[in-house]
T-cell receptor, first 117, second 120 residues
Framework: AQTVTQSQPEMSVQEAETVTLSCTYD???????LFWYKQPPSRQMILVIR??????QNATENRFSVNFQKAAKSFSLKISDSQLGDAAMYFC??????????????FGKGITLSVRP | GAVVSQHPSRVICKSGTSVKIECRSL??????MFWYRQFPKQSLMLMAT?????????EQGVEKDKFLINHASLTLSTLTVASAHPEDSSFYIC????????????????FGQGTRLTVV
């Protein structure tokens, strides 16, 4: 079974600064997807960024980028130019590429990010 | 992105009564819907996976007779908490996705807004 580990329960960043959220995972599969989801105080889950395991290039979405290290099974999220609206709980998640229609997400425990004005 | 609507957003019920939560995919047909439970400041715990017209697949430890899932159509799944008790108070989230074949990761999961259930 796959596992996703987020070992830092909380982090804080100064507005306009850069912060990196860590995530490691364990799998025996070679083809999979990794995600970062944001859950703001409204509790609506929002997809931040997605990485395909067979792609070596790190995914980027505006101020959000990942550092994907497949051999180390590490998938960190970097938020640049942090904004107050980035304050939320962030979840790292894994999905197998093999499971078809019922392919499900495996979530880490999450990390609460606060942004200081 | 696609929209998933969950209703109600909040519900308070008396202990011993049943509560139904609806999850609708508004602009797509969902091949699969998932139900999660989330405690404060914790992760999403998958409760069950449902497909239209089939019995739901429950995760280990989830009571099938307590958490009844019906997936009547490609756009609607319902979760009924039967004979609710205070320990069932939680935040429940649904997600929906469609799969047209190919690699599973090409499928994106869309989440409802969640339902806060309080049993008094």
């Amino acid at each position: 079974a796959q596992t996703v580990t987020q070992s830092q329960p909380e982090m804080s960043v100064q507005e306009a600064e850069t912060v990196t959220l860590s995530c490691t995972y364990d799998t025996s599969e070679s083809d999979y997807y990794l995600f970062w989801y944001k859950q703001p105080p409204s509790r609506q889950m929002i997809l931040v960024i997605r990485q395909e395991a067979y792609k070596q290039q790190n995914a980027t979405e505006n101020r959000f980028s990942v550092n994907f290290q497949k051999a180390a099974k590490s998938f960190s999220l970097k938020i640049s130019d942090s904004q107050l609206g980035d304050a939320a709980m962030y979840f790292c998640a894994y999905r197998s590429a093999y499971a078809g229609a019922n392919s499900k997400l495996t979530f880490g425990k999450g990390i609460t990010l606060s942004v200081r004005p | 992105g696609a929209v998933v609507s969950q209703h109600p957003s909040r519900v308070i019920c008396k202990s011993g009564t049943s509560v139904k939560i609806e999850c609708r995919s508004l602009d797509f047909q969902a091949t699969t819907m998932f139900w999660y439970r989330q405690f404060p400041k914790q992760s999403l715990m998958l409760m069950a996976t449902s497909n239209e017209g089939s019995k739901a697949t429950y995760e280990q430890g989830v009571e099938k007779d307590k958490f009844l899932i019906n997936h009547a159509s490609l756009t609607l799944s319902t979760l009924t908490v039967a004979s609710a008790h205070p320990e069932d108070s939680s935040f429940y989230i649904c997600s929906a996705q469609w799969w047209q074949g190919g690699r599973a990761g090409d499928t994106e999961a869309f989440f409802g807004q969640g339902t806060r259930l309080t049993v008094v």
